[in-house]
């Protein structure tokens, strides 16, 4: 069998978001994913000098990529860690954000290179990283 390495985040099945994947090997929520109101921010100006995050209400909670609302639940969740971490901008808090979203998809790779590890999967590191393919040879040989 041949594997081509593409992507890291082909590593697991596509209905699984990042904190889905952090809690499959235990990231509880409050320190995997976080949520972040991408929508509002187009600027560094605006992640510097905004010293709040947007009302639980506000459009801005909105998932770009998705294309949907961001669920109420996250988005307290957000608003309970930018106050708890005394965050002074939503820069500040950006960079929280990242660090958790870095750092959950480090635990799950390794989690996931661990389990395939002890299976007798043979994962070779390559530059690319993720099974975009995967192929049978026609011919064997005995």
Known sequence: MY???RDVRN???PSLSL???GRRYGIQDNEGKG???HS???CLWTLKTTCSLPPEDSPDWFNDLSGQKIPLTEIRQALEAFQ????????????HYLRLDVNTLNFGFWNIWSD?????INL???RLFTISKVKKPLFTKK
């Not at 708890?84 to 960079?95: A, H, K, V």
């Not at 395939?116 to 007798?120: A, D, P, V």
């Open 3 to 5: 594997l081509t390495f």
């Open 11 to 13: 590593l697991v099945e």
């Open 19 to 21: 904190a889905g994947l």
């Open 35 to 37: 949520t972040f109101p």
């Open 40 to 42: 509002s921010n187009r």
């Open 84 to 95: 708890r971490g005394g965050f002074s901008n939503r820069y500040d808090y950006l960079s």
């Open 116 to 120: 395939w590890k002890s299976r007798g």
């Open 124 to 126: 070779v590191v390559s």
